[in-house]
């Protein structure tokens, strides 16, 4: 495979890398194409595609009911994925890795089970300002079902985290710290092992969102002592549709079920119904054997890299493209957090994000440009909206140059 030789590197051999994803090689427009919108979704290698042909070409079969040959095999992916996904996390125990639809459908889960159960009139639950609405409105829907508060930490200029405000922000009422380990936006890294101790201190449960963090930097859940880390496959290099939602045993076994259906039962009998055990107690209905088999080959894919070397080449990415944007005329990069990922929203005066992003596209860049389901941050930077660049292991300094030199066309169009 092709990243044993990049393995071979002390530094990522990113050229032999990009073999590994197909896609890439296309054109758009007739440029070559420059994918810079990996925080919405990244591309996946052909470990991923490979193991997801296979699955369907020879192993296709429902999983833990058939008694065949062929189910037997689908169960045993299905479940060696989640014993990858455990690694990964370095989770203490398979049981505590709950297959989901991504981390909108995993905090969404905690909110309609843990937090139903837990949270009561006049409770508080803290947010930040830097939130997804996916960190957001589900709590949002909680607090109104049950009469509780939201408060949200607010950020210094550069784009962190006011830790003096969030350690102000709790209290006896507060039932639950969930915040984004890396912001979508702004890129900044949050000091989660910091909050996790904060809220910890006072008894709180701690929730983090993961979604943009996991593809960057390595996650040791046990060391965080966090009580849920949630993350979608398809930001890490694997498909749609599929995610983790990671839980402490004793919370997870604690909590009331969320989907009725199979899979999910002890014994039914109308009137009397008894629950599976962990972790499928949380997973109604035939799931996505495909897409957790997916998502297992591409956290193998990661960890074969190393999270570490692949942090390393990024951040001199971040730094290389801080530069280069940083020296174009009338940009202003929204998000100068010291820890960052490799995340660049920038405004560019007086022209729209929209076009910005229209623009580029004519030059083969990918970009994201929009509120990144971020509005309250947007209402904090005082903008509608912003241009956003992302990056994953496959970018290179020569693609930053391309993005460099097409926003010159952006100002050649307005100037
Ligand atoms: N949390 C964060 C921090 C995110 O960036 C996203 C998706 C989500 C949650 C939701 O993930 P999903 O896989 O369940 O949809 N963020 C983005 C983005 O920045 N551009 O497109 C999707």
């Not at 997801?52 to 062929?70: C, D, I, K, M």
């Not at 095999?73 to 479940?79: E, M, Q, S, V």
């Not at 000091?191 to 701690?206: F, L, S, W, Y």
């Amino acid at each position: 495979m092709a990243i044993a030789a990049a393995a071979q590197h002390s530094t990522l051999d990113v050229k032999t890398l990009r073999e590994d994803f197909p896609i890439l090689k296309q054109r758009i427009h007739g440029k070559p194409l420059v994918y810079l919108d990996n925080s919405a979704t990244t591309q996946k290698p052909k470990a991923v595609l490979d193991a997801l042909h296979h699955y369907y070409f020879e192993q296709n079969a429902n999983v833990h009911r058939g008694v065949h040959t062929l189910s037997g095999r689908a169960t045993d992916l299905y479940d060696a994925a989640r014993i990858t996904a455990q690694r990964f996390l370095n989770a203490a125990d398979p049981r505590e890795i709950v297959y989901v639809r991504g981390t909108t459908e995993g905090i969404n889960l905690v909110a309609q089970t843990w937090g139903r159960a837990n949270i009561g009139k006049g409770d508080e639950m803290v947010l930040t300002e830097m939130e997804h609405h996916s960190n957001i409105v589900p709590w949002h829907i909680l607090a109104q079902e049950k009469g509780a508060r939201i408060r949200a930490v607010p950020l210094t200029p550069s784009g962190e985290l006011r830790l003096d405000e969030l350690e102000k922000l709790l209290n006896e009422r507060t039932k639950i710290v969930a915040v984004t380990h890396v912001s979508n936006v702004l890129g900044t890294v949050n000091p989660i092992a910091d909050i996790v101790r904060m809220a910890k201190k006072r008894g709180i449960t701690v929730l983090i969102d993961g979604a943009q963090a996991v593809a960057h930097t390595a996650v040791d859940v046990q060391a965080l002592g966090c009580d849920f880390y949630a993350f979608s496959a398809h930001k890490i290099f694997g498909p749609t549709g599929i995610g983790v939602l990671y839980g402490r045993a004793a919370l997870l076994e604690a909590m009331p079920v969320y989907q009725g259906g199979g899979g999910m039962i002890g014994r039914v009998a109308f009137g009397n119904i008894t629950y599976a055990d962990l972790p499928y107690k949380y997973e109604a209905g035939t799931p996505n054997i495909a897409g957790a088999i997916g998502m297992g080959a591409a956290l193998e894919y990661v960890m074969a890299i190393g999270l570490d070397r692949i942090a390393a080449y990024e951040q001199e990415l971040l730094a290389y493209a801080t530069q280069r944007l940083s020296a174009v005329p009338g940009l202003r990069l929204t998000g100068t957090a010291a820890h960052k990922a490799a995340v660049l929203s920038f405004v560019l005066e007086d022209v729209h994000p929209h076009d910005v992003g229209t623009i580029l596209d004519r030059e083969g860049v990918a970009i994201r440009a929009g509120h990144h389901c971020c509005q309250p941050l947007m209402g904090h930077l005082g903008v509608p909206a912003t241009a956003r660049a992302s990056f994953a292991l496959y970018n290179t300094r020569d693609e930053v140059d391309v993005l460099v030199k097409a926003l010159g066309k952006v100002h050649e169009v307005f100037a």
